[in-house]
Antibody, heavy 120, light 107 residues
Framework: EVQLVESGGGLVKPGGSLRLSCAAS????????MSWARQAPGKGLEWVGR??????????YYAPPVKGRFTISRDESKNTLYLQLNSLKTEDTAVYFC???????????WGQGTMVSVSS | DIQMTQSPSSVSASVGDTVTITCRAS??????LAWYQQKPGMAPKLLIY???KLQSGVPSRFSGSGSGTDFILTIRSLQPEDFATYSC?????????FGQGTKLEIK
C-alpha cells in the first residue's frame, strides 16, 4: 500500500524549533521528488518546499515565507523525508502534509498531516 | 508569486446537479493547473492534473478545462460523496500556489 505517515508535530513557543518526519512506503522513495505543504486552521493550502531525489542532486526549493528558516532533507536508507522548522512564528501554526510530486508537477500522494502549533 | 483566485468561495447544490468552479491565475500558467478535493480532517486528493487529465481512479463526472489564466472544474451529476472543498494549484513556476478553496455544500 502506498503510504506517507507524518510525525513530530506539537506545541512550540515562538522562536522555537521542531523536526517533522514523513515515512514513505509502497513506492520507490529514492526516485521521488517530495514536498511539504501546510494548511493553517480554516485556511487554504500552502506549498512549503520541495526536494528532488538524491540521484538528481537533492536540490531544494522553498516558499518565500519559510526560506532561511525551514530545511527539507531526506534519508533514502530509511525512506524518510524531514522538515526542520526553526525560528518558528505564530503564523507557522498549521497542519503540515508530506506529499509526493507526481505527473504534471502535482501532488498525487499525501500523508494524513501533523499539527504544529506555535504559541506562547 | 502567481496568485490563484477561485470563484465562488462556496456553492450550494443538490445531488444530480452540475457544478462549475473557476480558477484564475494572476499570470499565464499554460496548462500547469491541478484540482484537488479535500474533506474535513482529511488530506487533499488529486483529481485532475495538466488542466484536463483525470487522475487514475477519479470518476469521469469530474472534468477540467481552460488554459493560460482561466480554468474550470466541472462536476456533473453530483453524488453525496462529492460535497467537499475544491482547490486549484498552479505548477507553472515556483513557488507553487493554491487557490483559497471552494466549499461545495448540499442544498
Amino acid at each position: 500500500e502506498v503510504q506517507l505517515v507524518e510525525s513530530g508535530g506539537g506545541l512550540v513557543k515562538p522562536g522555537g524549533s521542531l523536526r517533522l518526519s514523513c515515512a514513505a512506503s509502497g513506492f520507490t522513495f529514492s526516485d521521488a521528488w517530495m514536498s511539504w505543504a501546510r494548511q493553517a486552521p480554516g485556511k487554504g493550502l500552502e506549498w512549503v518546499g520541495r526536494i528532488k531525489s538524491e540521484a538528481e542532486g537533492g536540490t531544494t526549493y522553498y516558499a518565500p515565507p519559510v526560506k532561511g528558516r525551514f530545511t527539507i532533507s531526506r534519508d533514502e536508507s530509511k525512506n524518510t523525508l524531514y522538515l526542520q522548522l526553526n525560528s518558528l512564528k505564530t503564523e507557522d501554526t498549521a497542519v503540515y502534509f508530506c506529499t509526493r510530486e507526481g505527473v504534471g508537477r502535482t501532488f498525487d500522494i499525501w500523508g494524513q498531516g501533523t499539527m504544529v502549533s506555535v504559541s506562547s | 508569486d502567481i496568485q490563484m483566485t477561485q470563484s465562488p468561495s462556496s456553492v450550494s447544490a443538490s445531488v444530480g446537479d452540475t457544478v462549475t468552479i473557476t480558477c484564475r491565475a494572476s499570470q499565464g500558467i499554460s496548462s500547469w493547473l491541478a484540482w484537488y478535493q479535500q474533506k474535513p480532517g482529511m488530506a487533499p486528493k488529486l483529481l485532475i492534473y495538466a488542466t484536463s487529465k483525470l487522475q487514475s481512479g477519479v470518476p469521469s463526472r469530474f472534468s477540467g478545462s481552460g488554459s493560460g489564466t482561466d480554468f474550470i472544474l466541472t462536476i456533473r451529476s453530483l453524488q453525496p460523496e462529492d460535497f467537499a472543498t475544491y482547490s486549484c494549484q498552479q505548477a507553472n513556476s515556483f513557488p507553487y500556489t493554491f487557490g483559497q478553496g471552494t466549499k461545495l455544500e448540499i442544498k
